[in-house]
């Protein structure tokens, strides 16, 4: 499959069962939903590894895209 599926508001986070907020692009391949709360307590992480975050979606987290990293808004 090429691309990505369009964000809605049926999508739930990948660790409960909030409402998705964040799309966090694998470097390998495949995505991560997940709601606000979770997007920021596992963005350590996710930086690195080099997940990208959805631009679409990165507004409302309080976190932004850098380059193909994921990290707080200063």
Known sequence: ???HLRHTRLDRCDR???AA????LLP???ELLFCGHHARAHAPRLRE???ALSPDLAHATGLREVGATIAPRP
């Open 1 to 3: 499959m090429t691309g």
């Open 16 to 18: 409960c069962a909030a």
């Open 21 to 24: 907020q964040v799309r966090a």
């Open 28 to 30: 390998a391949g495949g």
């Open 49 to 51: 590894i080099g997940a």
